[in-house]
């Protein structure tokens, strides 16, 4: 265990999530170095133009050590933190390339170790994922083509460790019983990273009775969009029918980025913090949604039974998946329906 300061360089958080799996490694630092830690983060962002993380929530998530010091306020030491101590500089999703550039400029002599902390199911996807994503967002199609190449680019060339939620546990390809050549290779299993997961689960109380409740885990769907708000309730509607017909109580937990009145009509769940860390909704009966994060991180980390809805205006997302995303989908939310055959499944 080395007595060195250690000088943490923090970008790319733009949610509260984020902060979970940052704060997980930043543990990981207090636990294995005897010399202080100073998180020097270099601004926090948001979604589809709405705020959804501050500087306050940095300081909120972070580990409550006595060796640890919390920066969130311009400081040039998050760029050249000087000689004699441990640099890491730590990205979610990926390592910022205009960050990392601008750290170079100033110490050329003295690098930072690159830590790159999960951002999402978005993490585990390919660079066509990425544009894919980002075309969703807005501004055509060839800025987000130049964007997610060198950002995969950036992934593959700087990154020094991944401090990842879930692990690749690969399985080589065997022989054909034949003998005549190379079996093809089993689907990749996960398992999760239990130094992670303890951060999901820290704040939560003691484990909570399960209730009969199905809550669904919204999506920006109107926002990016790729439904109306009338459509969007209208499927939303029927997943409610179903869930009472399965004698669940329905309720919808809204997604950050949504805007505050377009669940009218519909009983919703509202949490100010990652779905994953609410007792509510870990304690729900089932968890509905569609390719989410949390639903994902729900049944891997709680065991919670969740089920993936289809909308057809929305196949073409699941059609896009990486092979990765897709095995961990299929390995952990391995369900799925229509509205109309949710009932039954339920039950």
Known sequence: MTDRPVAVTLS?????????????????????????????SLGTGGFLGRTTVTAEDVVDFLPDDPGLTVVTGPDPAALAPGDGVEWVYLA???????PWARMVAHQ??????????????????????????????????????????????????????????????DHRPGRRPDGAGPAAAHPARWRVNPAVADEFRRRLPSPARRTDRA??????????????????LAHLAEIGTAAAAAGLDFVVRPHPADPDDLYRGLPVAVGHGPAEMDPDVVAARVALGSTSTALLNLAALYGT???????????????????????????????????????????
């Open 108 to 169: 050329p002599l003295h690098r930072p170790h690159v830590v790159v902390v999960d951002e999402g199911l978005g993490t585990y996807g390919t660079w066509r994922t990425r544009r894919d994503a980002w075309v969703r967002q807005g501004g055509g199609r060839v800025w987000p083509t130049v964007r997610a190449l060198a950002v995969s680019t950036a992934v593959a060339r700087l990154t020094d460790e991944r401090w990842a939620l879930y692990v690749r546990e």
């Open 215 to 232: 809550v669904y885990l919204a999506q920006p769907w109107v926002a990016l969009g790729l439904l109306t708000a009338d459509d969007y």
């Open 305 to 347: 039974t969740a089920v993936r809805v289809r909308h057809p205006r929305l196949d073409h997302l699941d059609l896009g998946l990486g092979p990765d995303q897709r095995s961990l989908l299929d390995q952990f939310v391995p369900a799925s329906a229509e509205p109309a055959g949710l009932a039954p499944l339920l039950r």
């Open 12 to 40: 790319g958080v733009r949610n509260r999530t984020h902060l979970v799996h940052v704060a997980s490694y930043v543990r990981h630092l207090l636990a294995t170095r005897a010399g202080e830690v100073v998180v020097r």
């Open 92 to 98: 979610v999703g990926a390592p910022g390339i205009k």
